[in-house]
């Protein structure tokens, strides 16, 4: 049980907010952090911790794209689909991963390192196609950016092409600046 392993942390983020109800969100990253997914379990505790049906606890975890209900690979790739997105390749981008890794939205490779879905908006409008694999941005996407990003991050576990989120406005460099 979550209060079991991390009562410290969950009275912690209590007593943040005075409208109990609001550290919903909070409580659902923890019970995602420990099972990589929340489970039907943890909502039901989430829900008697803030005094809250599991159903409310459910609207809020199939509307937010950043929980999961089942388990996801050791890498999440979730790709944009907003319309920006859409405009300049998004569908391409799945179709690259999907003969890359052999998997479509709402899959996992065999193995456990991948699984894709297609998500809206992530917020990245200026800098289409994307995708967001578990906290890192990959933004203006190629074909040869995404295989690199594959491979780099199965053998290595990380890719320095990483690019975000971009933060505005970027930082100004002056020649001769360290």
């Known amino acids: ?19 109990k109800r609001s550290a919903l969100i909070p409580l659902l990253y923890v019970a995602q952090r420990d099972q990589g997914y929340v489970t039907e379990e943890a909502m039901t505790e989430i829900a008697g ?24 690979g050791t890498f999440h790739i979730q790709v944009c689909k907003s319309l920006m997105c859409a405009l300049v390749g ?14 479509g ?6 193995d456990g390192l991948f699984t894709l ?8 409008c200026g800098t289409a196609p994307m995708m967001q694999i578990n906290d890192d941005y990959y933004e203006r996407l190629t ?31 002056v020649k001769g600046e360290t």
């Open 1 to 19: 049980m979550l209060k079991d392993k991390y009562g410290k942390e969950i009275e912690d983020i209590l007593a943040r907010y005075p409208v």
């Open 49 to 72: 911790i803030l005094k809250l049906t599991p159903p409310q606890v459910y609207e809020t975890i199939t509307f937010y794209t950043m929980f999961n209900l089942k388990p996801v």
């Open 90 to 103: 998004s569908d391409t981008v799945i179709g690259w991963i999907k003969s890359k890794l052999g998997i």
């Open 105 to 110: 939205p709402g899959e996992t490779t065999a």
């Open 117 to 124: 879905s297609a998500v809206e908006c992530l917020a990245a």
């Open 143 to 173: 074909e040869e950016k995404v295989d690199r990003i594959l491979a780099d991050l199965k053998t290595a576990g990380v890719s320095q092409l990483k690019s975000g989120p971009y933060m505005w406005p970027l930082p100004v460099t």
